[in-house]
Structures are given as C-alpha cells and as structure tokens.
C-alpha cells in the first residue's frame, strides 16, 4: 500500500480529521486537482458513503456503474453480463472511468472489479487518489444479500463465490494510495473515520499498519452471536450499595431490572444525539414493554455539554417531565452524558434515583462506576459536582458493536490502567489476550468485569476520595492537562487517549525519579502502542504548549492539595502509590525532556 492510512491500522489520535476548514484546505493541496477512487467489494460502501464525502467536502460524486447504464440506454448492469458477457462490460468500464478521471476532480465510486485491470490502476494512480474500503467477508454478504442484483453472485453459494473473488481481489486492493474499513455502523462515523485517513495521507503520515492490522481485523468482523453468561460485580457501599451487571442483550432487559430496583417509577432517560439513534429505540421498547412512563432528553455529543447551561437545561427537562424523587434518571450514553445526568439526578428535588447505561468501552469500565458526577468549567475539568451513587449499572457488551474503533480503543486505555495500579497479572492477561477484547464479547465481559471489580473494591473502602480511591486516578494529572490545552477538542484527543499518554508519562516520570525502571515503562508504551493509542505528547495533533502550561493546568486539578501537586506514581507495574508534594521543577524538567522525545 503506497502511504497507506488505514483506519483501526494507524493511530487515530494523530491522524483527527481537523473541524476548522483547515484539513480540507490541506487535502486539496495534496490532490492536487486529482480526483478521489473509491475501490472495493460490492457492497463495501462505496457509493453510500461516496456521495456523502462528496456533499462534505464540496466536490461532484461520479459513479462508474451509474455512467455505464446511462451509455447503454439503461440497461442494468445484469442484463449488460447476460446479453454482452463481462468482457464487454470490462471495455465499457475502462473507458468511463478513463473519462470521468479526464474531466473535473470528483468523488468517482468504481465497480468492484474495476480496480483489477491493470490499464485502470495505472490511469489512477497518474490522475487519482485510491481509497480501498475494506470489509470482512460476513458484512459483506450480509450487505449484498439485501439486494439481489449482483451478476457474479447469481449462484448457489455465493457466499463461497463471494470468498473466492476477496481472495482474488484484495492482494490488488492493498495497492491502493489509502485503506479505510467499512464497518456496520452509522455512515457519518464511516464518513469521519475516512475524512481522518484522506487528512492523514496528505499530511503524509507515516505508516503504521503492521502494529494493529489484525486488531482492525477483529473489528471488523461479526461472529455468529453466542450466548453469554451475564456478570455480577457488586459495589459495597452499605445502604447505597447497587450492581453492576456486564453482559450481552441488557438494553433489551433494561425495562425488567428497572422495574426491579425502582418498581413503579416513571423514568427520564438522558442521552446524546448519536446514541438516540442507535440505542434509545431498544431501550424505550424494553420500558415500555413493562408499562414504565419514559421521557427523553437529548443533548449535543461531547465535552461541551457538560456545562452549566446544559445541565441547567437538563434539570429543568426533568422537573417538566414530572420525575420525583422516587423516580428514575436513566444515562445512556458515555461518560459525558454520565456525569451529566448524575449530576442532574443528585440535584433535582435534592435526589432522584439514578440509573447508568453506559455505551461506551470507557464508561463502562471507569466513569459509570463509583458515583462521580459533575460539569465542567473553564478553569478545568469536572471541577463542579457531586458523589452521588446510582441505583444499577447496565454495561451491555452489544452496545459496543457501533462504537468507532477509535472510541473502543480510548477505553480500553481505562482498562490496561486497571493492571497498572494493582494488577501485573491482569496487565499480562492484557498482553496475551488484547485481540480478544477487541474481537470477542466474552473477553470482552472478562475484561470489563475485572476492571469494574477492581474499581468497585477501590470504591467500597473510599468513596469520596479521601485515600487510596485517588489511585484511580493515574495517569489522569497528565491526561486531564492535555485535554485542557486542547480545549477537550475530541477531533485532537478523547479522553482514553489523554489517559493513554498520561499512563506512559507517568510510568517514565516514576523511572525518572527512580521509583520504577525505564523498562517497564517501555513495555507499557509497546501495549498501548500495539493497539493503536497514542502514547507520547507529541503525537497529539498540533500541539503547540509549552511545559509551564501544562503545569498550569495540573495546578487546576482536583487533586492539588495546599498548592502542592499530587501525582499517582508506580514503583512497577501493579505497583501504584499517590505521591504528594511532587516536586515542581523535577515536573518541568520531565515534561519539557517529553515533549522533545522522539
């Protein structure tokens, strides 16, 4: 693959697709007047995806087979195989796309077989860019058997006829300029992830696909669901104690363990836009489907609303939804839409009860669990708010088959954190067993249960911080000052990601002051790296501060005691202890050493 950017195979923290005009001016430039290829399977998504990266990026979209129907009077592309053959069909395909590539730069969505005449290739490569939309065998088929009008597949095993042309097909399609994978999720999210290679490619991007191809291959692909044995992870607060069941299907069976920790209780769900569209309808129906009143709140996605105005909004929803104390505050969603329900819930009438459905890896595993609520404001993160512990947690496996492989990998930083605190021997399960988390949901529940177990057991002996519950918080001193520098822009760096880095500055900083050796912070970077997150503060798009500001910005955290720092520092993996008074220059020298490291 020439300058190959692809997505769940290179680091998506480094490669964000910028939200201020500036990575379109940048891929122009790149182009060069040439015109976008997208290649690939039948039903990779090619024409889908196609126009709406056109509409965004303010270029005509082209499609090679639409042109072919058009010059044979409208005859379909069937009827062309069944009366001329596909040699014929061939000719007529070179020549349109020699045509479109010769006219204004466009978005121009091929056949899948285009790609594999050699006389095309070559005409691309001279007057195009190629995107290869990648997919596993099961999306496809799954996707192509909706249709029916496919001539190659006219068989009676197209599934084994469907195999036989990837094997033949994809050794050509890896010569593509870009690869980008075409996963079951929303088509913005397949939009964003191949706006983020596009900008990658023309800031030429380093390549970086060996390290997590088959990670991105697991993604990608949909075993045959199987049953799951849900977990139970219960959190020892005495009168406040709750569950946490981990499991697959639990949205489904939302409405029956509602009804059981809150029978007869109306419920207001809050959630965001993007988790509305793919889970509220499940949710709702399960409610419902148990008589339970719901009504619905939804906000914008990201850091931005977690707000005063947005949490003063959602507390005045929820008063006019009539929810009373004995009621119920539903967050689904991740953890923006966590605290911020929380919150809402520990405030209005002084107290509703409250109940965590969290869709994300990272919610699941850190910010559902243990009651932390709040907003934030601008002098930091989640500096306003409250402990206030739900009723139940819902960590529903199944909900995480939609999440953005970038968005799964910021969690799992959350759960390598759980190792690194406590744990070596969680942290080599991790090691030997990351493919699986990312592949398969019983790993998955494995690891998240693990994960919420270890945090549950923090929580039970200091629930509002007053001791060992800040070991939670390695890793996030660094972490929360890059996401304050970047003004929690999600396009630079999610939070997972600001962990990730954050992890490794605080294992090299605990080498540096000799707590630890450089080795084992090395071996932490090899993991991290290895499934893609980012682990050094450079590789933090446009990064421009200086190490003073991020001291600045570690002078906010909640941690700080009498205006001293406090760090969670390691004298091994497994091995964390909270230091108090960290030396501030010893801070500085770290940082600024960081920040030159290659």
């Known amino acids: 693959m020439n300058k190959a950017q692809a997505i769940g195979e290179t680091e998506p923290a480094r490669v964000g697709w910028p939200g201020d005009g500036r990575g379109g001016a940048i891929l122009r430039a790149a182009l060069g007047g040439r015109s976008i290829v997208l290649v690939g399977m039948m039903g990779s998504g090619k024409t889908s995806i196609g126009q709406r990266l056109a509409q965004r990026l303010a270029m005509p979209f082209k499609d090679a087979d639409a042109e072919i129907v058009a010059a044979a009077a409208g005859m379909s592309i069937p009827d062309i195989f069944a009366k001329y053959g596909e040699a014929h069909f061939r000719n007529c395909e070179r ?24 006389g095309t290739r070559e005409r691309i490569r001279e007057q195009g860019v190629s995107v290869w939309f990648d997919a596993a065998h099961d999306v496809l088929l799954r996707r192509v058997r909706r249709k029916g009008d496919r001539p190659l597949l006219q068989t009676s095993d197209p599934a084994a006829v469907l195999r036989r042309l990837m094997d033949e097909r994809y050794p050509v399609y890896r010569q593509a300029d870009i690869a980008v994978l075409s996963r079951d999720v929303a088509h913005e999210v397949m939009v964003e992830e191949t706006l983020a290679a ?79 569209r793919l889970q509220l309808p499940v949710l709702r129906h399960s409610l419902e489907a148990r008589g339970i009143r719901s009504s619905v709140i939804v906000v914008e996605p990201g850091e931005g609303s977690k707000s005063f105005p947005v949490f003063q909004s959602v507390c005045e929803q929820i008063l006019e939804a009539r929810i009373e104390r004995r009621d119920v505050v539903v967050a689904l969603g991740g953890g923006v839409v966590g605290d911020l329900a929380g919150f809402a819930a520990a405030s209005v009438r002084r107290g509703s009860r409250f109940v965590q459905i969290p869709t994300t890896l990272l919610a699941q595993v850190d910010s559902s669990v243990g009651g932390k609520t709040g907003i934030n404001t601008a002098q930091g993160k989640n500096l306003v708010g409250a402990f206030y512990q739900p009723s139940l947690v819902l960590a529903d496996v199944d909900a995480l088959a939609t999440l953005p492989l970038r968005e799964f990998r910021a969690g799992y930083a959350e759960i390598v954190k759980y190792g690194l605190i406590d744990d070596f021997f969680f942290f080599e399960w991790l090691e030997s067993n990351a493919s699986a988390v990312f592949a398969d949901r019983a790993a998955r529940v494995e690891a998240i249960s693990v994960s919420c177990r270890a945090k549950a057991k923090i929580v039970a002996r200091d629930e509002t911080e007053q001791g060992d519950r800040a070991l939670l918080n390695l890793g996030h001193t660094f972490g929360h000052a890059f996401e304050r520098l970047v003004h929690y822009d999600s396009a630079r760096l ?21 707590l630890c050796s450089l080795q084992e912070a090395e071996r932490v970077e090899r993991h991290l790296t290895r499934v893609g997150l980012p682990t050094r503060i450079r590789d933090i798009p446009g990064w421009r501060a200086d190490a003073d500001s991020v001291l600045d910005a570690m002078f906010q955290d909640k941690k700080v005691e009498k205006g001293a720092l406090t760090f969670v520092l390691l004298r091994g993996i497994g091995r964390s202890f909270v230091a108090k008074g960290v030396d501030v220059d010893a801070a500085r020298s770290f940082l600024k050493d960081e920040m030159a490291r290659e």
């Not at 020549?95 to 050699?118: K, N, Q, S, Y």
């Not at 023309?202 to 970086?208: H, M, R, Y």
């Not at 199987?226 to 939302?254: H, N």
């Not at 999610?494 to 080498?511: M, P």
Request: proline letters at 6%; one cysteine or more.
């Open 198 to 276: 596009l900008y990658g490619w023309a800031k030429g991007e380093p390549e970086n696909a060996a390290a997590t191809a088959d990670l991105a291959r697991f993604m990608t692909s949909r075993p045959p669901p199987r049953a799951i044995e849900p977990q139970t992870v219960p959190v020892g607060l005495g009168e406040r104690a709750y569950d946490i069941i981990i499991g697959a299907g639990l949205l489904d069976q939302a409405g029956d363990h509602i009804a059981r920790v809150a029978p007869g209780a109306a419920c207001a769900i809050v959630t965001d836009a993007n988790v509305a």
């Open 95 to 118: 020549r349109v796309i020699a045509r479109l590539l010769a006219g204004e730069p466009c978005i121009l969505a091929t056949g899948g077989g285009a790609f594999m005449d050699e």
């Open 494 to 514: 999610v939070h997972g990601e600001g962990v990730a880095i954050g992890l490794v500055c605080a294992l090299r900083f605990s080498a540096r002051l000799g």
